[in-house]
């Protein structure tokens, strides 16, 4: 694959971290940019050697440290406005949280003709399939829960994960970066619903990652889970639905009833989340804060898609 840069953004969770660069030791794109969000640079130690070795390879590595932590959505931003800096022609993100399978870039080369966005198919930690919501009902701006299983041969999708989306560079052209502002959370999906207006995303069945993270979850029917979250997850996850509302409007896509409704069934979700999962009280303000911040997004006058700010990064490389 032309000019492939592998973009990985982490946190302070080197013991993740270490084993993502020990599966990318089997493959050979043709640059690796990882984006550090500790400030103090805590992933140099594990990222130096990985660098030396893979230069030594053929491979060119950049360690980006960050002056502040950016979050996914922000260290996404920063590697791929570095990559497409440099030049490269496809991007293939993934959080510190992953393992690569050997011959994934094989597996997803032979679908680069199909798409400019492509979602490999992966396992959960424990090596059973992960079951992921590849369908975006726009109105009510949640995933959809009944997207089928089975994605053979390959299945359309509005959406995508930054856990192994490949990215065309001709779409990142169009759409711009991720938005730096979602922190964590709908950031990706909403990058996948902006590609889904330009291109046809697709979600594939080859294998191509493991998580490596075990989560407390609920399991509910066939590969369908309800993982535990965090506090601060929770406060973006409702957040961050200021900021979807804003770009389905440039769309003509917002329905004021039916995204209400689809933000009530979010809420719903967490609460029951909460309940059976986390079983933590003082879980509830930062849902409530969350959901009352996306209301100041929602009426911010002064708000611009991420493509508009990003026009100079774009139109000079």
């Known amino acids: 694959m032309q000019k492939l840069a592998v973009v990985v953004t982490t946190y302070k ?50 360690y980006l440290r960050q002056k502040e932590n950016l979050g996914g959505a922000g260290g996404f931003f920063a590697g791929m406005r570095r990559a497409y800096e440099l030049g490269a022609e496809w991007f293939w993100l993934m959080d510190d949280d992953v393992r690569i399978l050997p011959g994934a870039i094989g597996r997803l080369e032979k679908w680069a ?77 909403t990058y996948g619903y902006l590609a889904s207006k330009v291109c046809n995303p697709i979600v594939v069945p080859d294998l191509i990652l493991q998580r490596t993270r075990s989560i407390n979850n609920l399991k509910l029917s066939g590969n369908r ?22 770009y389905l409007s440039l769309f003509g896509d917002y329905d004021p009833l039916l995204f209400g409704l689809g933000t009530f069934f979010t809420f719903l979700k967490e609460v029951v989340r909460i309940a059976v999962l986390d079983r933590r009280p003082q879980a509830f303000p930062p849902l409530v804060k969350g959901w009352a911040d996306s209301r100041k997004i929602m009426k911010d006058r002064s708000w611009k898609p991420a493509r508009e700010m990003q026009k100079k990064s774009l139109e000079k490389s």
Do not use: H
């Open 13 to 62: 969770r080197n013991e993740l971290l270490k084993k993502l660069l020990d599966s990318l030791q089997s493959e050979r794109p043709w640059r690796v940019l990882i984006v550090d969000n500790d400030p103090e640079g805590g992933a140099s130690g594990l990222c130096l050697p990985f660098k030396d070795k893979m230069e030594r390879a053929g491979v060119q590595v950049e």
């Open 113 to 189: 003709g199909k798409s400019q966005m492509v979602q490999g198919s992966r396992l959960n930690a424990d090596g059973t399939p992960f079951y992921w919501q590849y369908r975006f009902v726009v109105p009510l701006a949640v995933p959809n829960p009944f997207a089928a299983k089975d994605c053979r041969p390959f299945k359309d999708a509005n959406t995508c994960c930054f856990e192994g989306v490949l990215v065309k560079r001709e779409l990142v052209g169009r759409i711009g970066f991720p938005d730096p502002r979602f922190f964590i959370y709908w950031d990706d999906t």
């Open 225 to 246: 889970r309800l993982n535990s979250t965090s506090d601060l997850n929770r406060y973006y996850i409702m957040r961050n639905r200021g900021y979807m509302m804003r």
